[in-house]
Each structure stands twice: as C-alpha cells, then as structure tokens.
C-alpha cells in the first residue's frame, strides 16, 4: 500500500483542473456538448447541456483540443483557453428539400446476443462508420431515417450522432450539419431508429461518415461493484459491431481520427479475430 501510495502523489501534487465555458464566436452563446481533449493523450471533458467543462492536466504548457457539432474545430494552450470561443463551420448549403415519397435501404446487419458492443468509461470519444457513395443514388439522396443496434441498461438514456463527408486523406471531413442529432435510447438490446429529416442531410458523392459521439451526462452512468468492494463508471448506451473483411470503422480520440485495424488473431471473442469491426448501422435514403 505504501508502494501505491507513493506513486500517486506526483501525479496529485502536479495535476490541476482547469475549469471554463465554451461560446459561440459570434453569438456569445455557449456551445453544449463538445468534445475537449488533451492533444494525443488520454485525458478529455465533455462541456455539460450549458458549455461548462472541467479537465484535470499535469502541465499548463499542454493543447487541448475542442470540437463540436457545427463548429471549427479549435487547438489552445491550457494557459490560452480563457474565454474560450469557437467560430461556425463554413455551412454546407443545401437548396433542396427532400419529398420522403419514396425511399431506399441501404446497409443491412444481423446482430447476435454474443456480439461486440462498443460503450464508454467515461471518455466523449466518437466512432464512426464510413459508407460509400451507393450506385443508384440520383433518386434518392436525402438521409431520412438511421437504424443502430443499442445494448442499453437503463430508460431514457442519451446518444448522439454527427454526420461528416469523406475528407481528401480518407477521414472525416467536413460536418455536413451544424447540429448534434441527440436522440433516447430505452433499455433492452434492440434496434433504434432515428429520424433524420430535420437535418436535411444529402448523401456526399465522396462518402458519408455516421459518427457515434457518446454524452459523459449524469443520466448515462451505469455504475458496477465487485467483491472487493469497488464501484467503476461506465456509460450507455452501447452501441452493437460486426466483424467485417473490410475496413469501415474511424476512432475519434485524443483530438484526431484514426482507422481502427484488424483485431490480433488471438482476440478473446474468435469470430472477430483478425477481423475489423463494423457498427451496426442501416441507412433509409429518400428522395
């Protein structure tokens, strides 16, 4: 215990918690809900409904770096970031309205009780899944509706999506709404469909990726005990992945995106070995 004890200091004595508020560059309102990280590290806040956050770092020389739903995406020294504000994403302007009368499914999945759930321990990390541009999409190019498959513990719980085209390099790019599709997910391992007609989405002829951004809010914890006794956090809803022979899964961590590999051979789950992962997602597109 002494051992224990001794190694935790530094890090207590040398740690501080940064506190602040986010705001929109040119309204002054604050920005609910984005994403602030420690630059390629494992440190990272979620700004609450009113754009408070807090973070705990170990140095004032360190970057953080924030993002959110319809915003630029900003880097700024821990000593700069008073006052903090972000400035609106150059808007992708969509002139046309989709009618809804007739609709296409694209993307399929078959989700067993056994398979992979993705959650978070308390980090607002995203998970994207990249979907190319379908074949015959001249008739049908608005998203209307998205179906994932949630592995929930609780009711009333709350997720988010983003929605970004396909960039130059093959990551992310630009947002394609400057909204944060927030929807609830009920307890149970089922489908959950959102509607995404508000949002009036059109399918980018570059590719399309769906990101899953998960909400470190009050009302998402599910707590867990042992025997020893000790508790940890973790927070629904889950969200359900497939082993796939290609490459279709983006990871959004320490303030970048990476294309996440093939599992090792020796995966604990053997239908996943080396495999990638794919979310479960289907797409409903209309004209």
């Not at 806040?45 to 770092?57: C, H, L, P």
């Amino acid at each position: 215990m002494k051992l224990i004890i001794l190694l935790l200091l530094p890090t207590l004595a040398f740690s501080q918690l940064t506190k602040g508020i986010i705001k929109d560059s040119t309204t002054g309102k604050p920005i609910p809900y984005a994403n602030i990280w420690v630059e390629n590290e494992d440190i990272s806040a979620m700004a609450d409904s009113i754009g408070q956050y807090a973070i705990r770092t170990t140095s004032a020389g360190k970057t953080l770096i924030f993002s959110a739903a319809g915003y630029k995406a900003k880097k700024a020294k821990l000593m700069e970031i008073r006052g903090l504000m972000l400035a609106p994403a150059t808007a992708i302007e969509i002139r046309e309205k989709s009618l809804g009368t007739k609709t296409v499914k694209f993307g399929d999945y078959n989700v067993d009780r056994g398979d992979l759930t993705f959650g978070s321990h308390g980090k607002p990390w995203m998970l994207a899944r990249k979907f190319r541009l379908p074949s015959k999409l001249s008739d049908t190019p608005f998203l209307k509706e998205i179906t994932l498959f949630a592995d929930c513990h609780n009711n009333n719980m709350k997720l988010s999506l983003r929605f970004f085209e396909v960039g130059a390099d093959g990551n992310p790019g630009r947002e394609l709404t400057d909204k944060l599709a927030i929807f609830r997910v009920d307890r149970g391992r089922d489908d959950v469909t959102v509607d995404l007609t508000p949002y009036n989405i059109k399918f980018p002829e570059n590719g399309l990726f769906v990101a899953v951004s998960w909400m470190i809010i009050s009302q998402n914890v599910k707590v867990w005990y042992d025997k020893r006794p000790m508790q940890w956090k973790e927070y629904d809803p889950g969200i359900a992945a497939l082993p796939s022979e290609e490459s279709s899964t983006w990871s959004y961590a320490a303030g970048k995106w990476e294309e996440m590999g093939r599992t090792p051979h020796d995966y604990a789950m053997k239908p996943y070995r080396d495999k990638f992962v794919e979310l479960a997602m289907k797409l409903t597109l209309s004209n």
